[in-house]
């Protein structure tokens, strides 16, 4: 089982709040990332980053900003929700060079009413 | 920049079947690898196989094998004798294994359900 964890699981929250969507790994992976997900639908990379104090937006737009401060976490942060954002966010991590085998979390569905 | 595609959005089949899902993609690349990564309901999204390009055997993990043709771009999984378990989203993904560039592109998905 991996070990990323995503926390909250479900989040339902009104428009115009900020909110942050937890992301931590305890493999010591440098690499992590987060993509978006309709239900059923493809993933779509929004943020990658590569170590600490490094951070890339990914191939899909997006109004969210990341930070990793520390290796085991990647927070994604909403300034101010709207609808638009309602969708699932996976966080996903993948180790060593060579080790090419990405260990998801469990994704956090978010809902902006 | 590379692509990923999977022609077959919803597929379903008899358990204990086999059951073979399509994947191509497009890559100016020479080296590179393909996944084959499986989402049950609800649940976290799991590596089912994964193919180095620049192997020519195909890749085999207990009732899943792939068919990688490297000349058609195409990249298609077999899972013989399904169990209900396989019942899951299927994603085809592509990834350039250069230091500080490996990021994962993933493919629509395709929705199989296992039909006791």
């Known amino acids: 089982e991996a070990d990323i964890y995503q926390t909250p699981r479900y989040l339902v929250i009104g428009t115009g709040k900020k909110i942050t969507l937890e992301c931590s790994q305890t493999?010591?992976?440098?690499?992590m990332y987060w993509y978006q997900q309709d239900p059923g639908m493809e993933l779509h990379l929004i943020h990658y980053?590569?170590?600490?104090?490094?951070?890339e937006k990914g191939d899909l737009s997006s109004e969210s900003t990341v930070s990793r401060i520390r290796t085991e976490h990647f927070p994604l942060t909403l300034e101010s929700a709207r609808p638009s954002h309602t969708s699932q966010y996976l966080c996903?991590?993948?180790?060593?060079?060579?080790?090419?085998?990405?260990?998801f979390g469990q994704g956090t569905r978010l809902t902006v009413v | 920049a590379q692509t990923v595609t999977q022609s077959q959005p919803e597929m379903s089949v008899q358990e204990a079947e086999t059951v073979t899902l399509s994947c191509t993609y497009d890559t100016s690349e020479n080296n590179y690898y393909l996944f084959w990564y499986k989402q049950p309901p609800s649940r976290q999204m799991i590596l089912v196989i994964r193919q180095e390009a620049y192997k020519q055997q195909n890749a085999t993990e207990n009732r899943f094998s792939v068919n990688f043709q490297k000349a058609a771009k195409s990249f298609s999984l077999k899972i013989s004798d399904s169990q209900l378990g396989d019942t899951a989203m299927y994603f085809c993904?592509?990834?350039?294994?250069?230091?500080?560039?490996?990021?994962?592109?993933f493919g629509t998905g395709t929705r199989l359900t296992i039909i006791p």
């Open positions: 996903a991590s993948t180790g060593l060079p060579g080790n090419t085998e990405a260990f």
């Open positions: 493999m010591g992976h440098d690499k």
């Open positions: 980053s590569y170590g600490v104090n490094s951070t």
């Open positions: 993904a592509f990834m350039k294994p250069y230091f500080g560039n490996e990021k994962l592109t």
